[in-house]
């Protein structure tokens, strides 16, 4: 349309030119055809003058007979011969008028005649003169009707000139105008093509930003998901997630607690930064945990805190639960020094969502997991590891031992008359009996000894890195704590519990777990034999009590 507009305007401004041009061109004709018919009509107003001179002088000469009046006849004669003439030469396009120039010339002659021989007594030319006046008056009339036409016929061109310029003029204005319009329409849509084209820059640059941030969100998930994944214990867990947090709020302080197994008391595992969140609170003192959902508190916002702060309540932070299975786990409490760094933390609740999720399904997955270790490796009844786990450790700390050239040394243990003790007080007691026993255990052994309930009332106590002598007071001390037991169920007490134990020493009395086992519970064997409610050591009575 632009390019159309162009050719229009241009053509249009060619052809007003043109007829510009034209118009000028015939106005300029027409105007000279005036001035020559004026010119014309001059001419024949000469010619008559000297006509009139010529009747006048030879009339005046005859009268006279002054020789000055007759020059003056003679020279008019030869100047109105010389009009004529020049008419000749001025009507040479009219046929009509040239007819009439022949008719002056053959009576302006005669004239010029008559007066060059006025001195010999010719009469006047009075004959001559008056046909070149009529011819003249004739001619004159002629041209003033010519001249009238030739006016109309110029003021009607200039009148079709004005008129036409004024037309074209018009529609190159309209057409400049257009084209101008054109123009404008088009730097508009330009423009505002510009400012779409802007507005997508930006939300391109928008969009890759966001989708930039969700990369590194997701690949920051994905990292700490894997990390999750290699940790081995509870702390290594709550060290990712508190890793995690920072990174994905940075410039933050944060706390992670964890409901007890009392369920009454959230215990802070982990925390980070400058945190007012106190170390331990029930449960009910977090806003968040008492609705079960995530609560952001900021000013202007809410005006009400939780609980779980000291005389330092922080101005904005948020509580979310963390969640597992449909159980609530604990609590993640995040403060925020300013609105720029919550903003952030909004932006990106989604991704704090999910990683509080990955850490829910950590912790539980853990706390699963040990639970299961547990079970694999505990004895139910006394919580002491079972027989499994013993013959897994011994032979580790068999190879530990030979590698570092230590002494190990191995209990075997019996409740001593334990099965009629079951049958006089039944089952409960007996397991009350072995609880109490395996408690004896826990408090009198090191914390690199491994105590084990290797089947019934038997157990077995793995000693590394100990002397003989010192293996025997040991053994000899747990057997004293339990003769000193007096177990309660409630309602009635038991004593008179006894312990057999046979003591066997690596190397000295084997190199393998099974001789070592063998050779202890022949240890135990024989203390049965002799009396009960002793200490040997394998195939050596030296140690007997």
């Known amino acids: 349309m ?102 002056m010339e053959s009576c302006s002659a005669d004239a010029s005649k008559a007066v060059g021989m006025l001195h010999t007594g010719v009469p006047l030319p009075v004959g001559p003169i008056q046909r070149c006046q009529q011819t003249i008056a004739r001619m004159t009339e002629q041209e003033r009707q010519l001249l009238t036409e030739r006016t109309r016929t110029s003021q009607r061109i200039s009148v079709v000139s004005l008129t036409s310029d004024f037309v074209f003029v018009g529609l190159s204005v309209l057409a400049l105008t257009t084209l101008f319009g054109f123009l404008l329409r088009g730097a508009e849509l330009r423009q505002r093509s510009e400012n779409l084209i802007l507005k997508a820059n930006r939300d391109l640059e928008e969009s890759i930003q966001k989708l930039k941030e969700q990369a590194d969100e997701t690949y920051l998930l994905s990292t700490l998901r894997d990390e999750l994944q290699l940790c081995v214990n509870l702390q290594e867990v709550y060290e990712c997630a508190q890793s995690g947090y ?13 409901i007890t197994n009392s369920r009454n008391i959230l215990e802070t595992v982990i925390s980070w930064g400058d945190v007012a969140l106190e170390d331990c609170h029930p449960p009910e003192s977090c806003c968040s945990l008492r609705s079960g959902q995530p609560r952001w508190r900021e000013p202007a916002g809410s005006e009400i805190h939780c609980g779980h702060f000291g005389d330092n309540r922080p101005e904005r932070y948020v509580c979310v639960p963390v969640l597992a299975h449909g159980e609530t786990l604990g609590l993640l409490h995040l403060q925020f020094r300013d609105a720029e760094s919550m903003a952030l933390a909004r932006h990106r609740v989604l991704a704090l969502r999910q990683l509080l999720q990955l850490t829910g399904m950590a912790i539980a997955s853990m706390k699963l997991r040990m639970k299961l270790e547990q079970q694999s490796i505990r004895d139910p009844l006394t919580n002491l590891f079972n027989r499994h786990f013993m013959e897994v450790a011994l032979e580790r700390e068999l190879s530990l031992a030979g590698r570092k050239k230590t002494i190990l040394a191995v209990l075997m243990l019996d409740v001593d008359h334990f099965k009629e003790f079951n049958d006089t007080h039944g089952h409960a007691a007996g397991d009350t009996v072995l609880q109490a026993v395996a408690e004896v255990f826990r408090n009198t052994v090191r914390t690199e000894d491994i105590v084990c309930r290797y089947g019934g009332e038997e157990f077995t106590i793995i000693l590394p890195d100990i002397d003989p002598e010192t293996a025997y007071l040991r053994a000899n001390t747990i057997r004293t704590a339990v003769a000193a037991l ?48 002793q200490v040997l050591l394998a195939e050596d009575p030296i140690f007997a009590a």
């Open 2 to 103: 632009l390019v159309t507009a162009a050719a229009i305007s241009i053509l249009l401004m060619l052809v007003a030119g043109g007829l510009v041009y034209a118009n000028t061109r015939r106005t300029i004709t027409a105007a000279d055809w005036v001035e020559h018919t004026q010119e014309v009509l001059s001419s024949l107003r000469t010619a008559s003058q000297m006509s009139d001179r010529v009747d006048s002088s030879a009339r005046l000469y005859s009268f006279t007979s002054d020789a000055g009046r007759l020059d003056q006849a003679r020279a008019s004669a030869n100047l109105l011969e010389t009009q004529v003439s020049r008419l000749r030469s001025l009507v040479a396009d009219n046929a009509t008028q040239t007819a009439n120039v022949e008719q």
């Open 246 to 258: 920072t990174r994905l709020s940075p410039g933050t302080s944060g706390a992670l607690s964890m």
């Open 486 to 533: 007096r177990v309660s169920d409630g309602k009635v007490s038991y004593g008179d519990v006894t312990m057999s134990i046979g003591l066997a020493l690596y190397p000295e009395s084997g190199t393998s777990s099974e001789v070592l086992l063998r050779r202890a519970d022949q240890a135990l064997y024989r203390a049965k034999q002799q009396g009960r409610d």
